[in-house]
């Protein structure tokens, strides 16, 4: 069954979980219109935030965000 969950602009992120922790995929997602995708590993990644620790900060914000989101609370 398809629904939507959320509507997502520029900059955002969608399989966040999976850069913190291995496990099937849980979704699948669509584009209303033309998009821009990057694909990046775990290893690439892993390395990624090795090198810029503080952009954790910013991938965190965004789960919490849309956790808190789902679930109504502001």
């Known amino acids: 069954k398809d629904a939507t969950i ?8 969608i399989g ?5 922790v291995e496990h099937r995929r849980t979704f699948s997602a669509s584009a209303e219109g ?5 694909e990046i590993s775990y290893p690439v ?6 090198a810029y620790p503080e952009s954790v900060f910013s991938l965190m ?6 956790l808190l989101d789902a679930i109504g609370r502001d």
């Open 6 to 13: 959320a509507h997502l602009g520029p900059g955002k992120v």
């Open 16 to 20: 966040e979980y999976g850069m913190f």
């Open 34 to 38: 033309p998009v821009r995708l990057w």
């Open 45 to 50: 990644l892993q390395r990624f935030l090795l």
């Open 61 to 66: 914000r965004q789960t919490v965000t849309r």
